[in-house]
């Protein structure tokens, strides 16, 4: 039985992976320090006999018993709230963990994908954005921790595949949605989602014209899958590229959830990026892969999931101040 390592793993992609790798019939090493993770997205595997988790802090060193034949390295806050709540934190898991966990891949001599972002391309200056462009990038602004940490990951994985020979592989993920999502964790789908469900108006930062484009979960997992099993070593956008504005998507969640809210507008956050849009040519031609889920879908399903949680959840309040964290 191959044996996968998967860091972030009670995240909100770590644990779809973890679904996804039992379901390939792999034994999974779950592996996260909860400070943005909740177990109660991979308790329902506990039970499992090719599961196991580990609580640990991957800045920290890593040691895994036994031989690995693969690590997905997922560990890192990855939403506004998170990473401008703690910054340290985001800087040191992209940098000391990201180190830690190559130096592991080479001593078991397995394969390891790094999880890296549309983030590294910043406040793009070329749209559609391509694999190959080297990003817009504000190195000091609040978003800077983030988008660093994550261009070093690259440059790391990339130094040990050079240099060591290791078998690398680096995905750049677009925004990605789907169940499991923290409803508080101030991206615009939880955000705008928990504004209906309480009745509240959806708040549109600056005046919508900026774009997005979400890639339900599932396709996101399996492009994650084929990029891992496959022999490309350089880095594959995986996302949706059909675009939208905020301010248009705003007025589609009103239409989905059935409510009479209308849209409110606040000042837009420093060096939030006004586009967002995948080129997947080498997606679709390396890997074979293409997004199959369609945003209406994807959304009531999305929804679904959130119309499911407690109304203590629902009440959180953490997202609210986003504006106001990133003018401090």
């Not at 890192?76 to 898991?93: G, W």
């Not at 891992?228 to 589609?252: Q, W």
């Amino acid at each position: 039985m191959k044996r996968i390592l998967i860091t972030g793993a009670a995240g909100f992609l770590g644990s779809h992976l973890c679904d996804r790798f039992i379901k390939e019939g792999f034994h999974v090493i779950a592996m996260d320090n909860l400070i943005t993770g909740d177990l109660k997205n991979i308790e329902h595997l506990f039970k499992l006999e090719n599961f196991e988790y580990y609580h640990h802090d991957v800045t920290k060193f890593v040691h895994v018993p036994g031989k690995l034949d693969y690590i997905l390295h997922f560990a890192s806050p990855a939403s506004p709230i998170d990473y401008l709540k703690i910054p340290i934190q985001t800087l040191k898991v992209g940098a000391l963990g990201t180190h830690n966990l190559l130096g592991l891949a080479k001593e078991k001599n397995a394969r390891i994908l790094i999880a890296s972002t549309s983030e590294i391309y910043g406040d793009p200056l070329v749209h559609p954005q391509t694999e190959e462009y080297y990003g817009n990038v504000n190195t000091i602004g609040p978003r800077g921790v983030y988008d660093e940490a994550k261009r070093f990951q690259e440059s790391i994985t990339m130094a040990y595949h050079r240099f060591h020979g290791l078998e690398t592989r680096i995905v750049r993920i677009f925004n990605t949605y789907g169940p499991r999502m923290r409803l508080n964790d101030g991206r615009v789908i939880p955000a705008f989602m928990g504004q209906a469900l309480r009745g509240e108006d959806l708040t549109v930062f600056g005046d919508g014209s900026q774009t997005r484009s979400f890639c339900y979960v599932d396709d996101e997992i399996e492009g994650i899958y084929r990029l891992l099993m496959s022999d490309y070593e350089l880095p594959v956008n995986i996302g949706n590229p059909h675009e939208i504005t905020i301010r248009d998507f705003a007025e589609e969640i009103i239409k989905l959830t059935g409510t009479t809210q209308k849209v409110i507008y606040k000042d837009l956050p420093q060096d939030d990026p006004m586009q967002r849009q995948p080129d997947i040519s080498k997606a679709k031609e390396i890997l074979g892969w293409e997004p199959k889920v369609g945003r209406e879908e994807g959304m009531r399903k999305t929804f679904e999931y959130f119309k499911t949680l407690s109304q203590e959840e629902l009440e959180r309040t953490e997202h609210r101040d986003f504006t106001q964290r990133n003018k401090k």
